[in-house]
């Protein structure tokens, strides 16, 4: 849970990622799907502020430069390690982390409420 899952093969989704709640660890992915995890730091970075900055529309920019056609899909490769993003303002990663763990938990209860009530009907 917590990870962020990165699409980095396809035809028009590359580029597009998730955060994963307890509900789909039991998931299997395929090689498309590049699973970033966030380690504890020290500097503010966390899988909440991570999933909004890799969503925001300067890291969007970057990737249109980096898929190339593979065969028949486009795809990143490893082109996705040179994407550059700013973790220089602290306070702007603490208030982003904020709001997108809000989000987080809320989906979170969604899901759990949804599981309570859907997940006994077998």
Known sequence: AKDIAFVRRGSYRIGDVGILYPKD??????????????????MHLTPFNLLG????????????????MDTT????????KTIRINISDTNYLDSLD???????DERSNFWQ???????NLG
């Open 53 to 68: 900055i890799l969503n925001s529309a300067g890291v969007r920019n970057q990737l249109q430069d980096l898929v190339l």
């Open 73 to 80: 899909l486009p795809n990143i490769g490893d082109r996705w």
């Open 113 to 119: 409420s949804y599981s309570d009530i859907f997940g």
């Open 98 to 104: 904020k709001k997108m763990k809000s989000m987080y």
């Open 25 to 42: 660890l039991s998931s299997i992915l395929t090689r498309e799907i590049l699973i970033l995890r966030v380690l504890k730091n020290n």
